[in-house]
């Protein structure tokens, strides 16, 4: 998925976190980078989810979503997601581009808490064409 580089602009992205094993999980958190947020390269301004049930199944729909919180997935099922980032006003070379195919996500499983890189299944790349120089 590409983005024109826009200083300051916003995208969105939608994207699914799935969980593979025999328990269910409960997402407490969601974030474009690793590390502390006041580290991270893409601001997450906006996270929805829309929570799917077994009746239903996966629904991606972006009107419906509601505002990210903990959320429980069950075994086997997944969870659509909605980010909208902010992108960073910083120094861009012409025909660069600033990029992520995963998301960290912090979940409970069985009680326990735990972390993880998840892959999105595409890389987002935020391109600059012309190159640009912070003002």
């Known amino acids: 998925m590409r983005f024109a580089f826009n200083p300051g602009g916003q995208a969105t992205f939608?994207?699914?976190?799935?969980?593979?094993?025999?328990?269910p999980v409960t997402i407490t958190g969601i974030a474009g980078d690793g590390g502390p947020a006041d580290k991270h390269v893409f601001k997450i301004d906006?996270?929805?989810v829309h929570p799917a049930d077994e009746a239903t199944g996966v629904v991606f729909d972006p009107a419906a979503a509601a505002p990210f919180r903990s959320i429980r997935v069950a075994a086997g099922m997944e969870l659509p997601v909605f980010?909208?980032?902010t992108i960073p006003d910083v120094e861009m070379a012409?025909?660069?581009g600033l990029f992520f195919d995963d998301l960290a996500v912090d979940y409970e499983v069985l009680g326990l808490p735990?972390?993880?890189r998840v892959p999105m299944g595409f890389?987002?790349?935020?391109?600059?064409?012309?190159?640009?120089v912070p003002r």
């Open 94 to 96: 012409p025909g660069s």
């Open 14 to 23: 939608g994207a699914s976190i799935r969980n593979p094993g025999p328990w």
């Open 46 to 48: 906006r996270l929805a």
């Open 114 to 116: 735990r972390h993880q």
């Open 83 to 85: 980010v909208t980032i």
């Open 123 to 132: 890389r987002l790349l935020v391109h600059s064409a012309n190159g640009y």
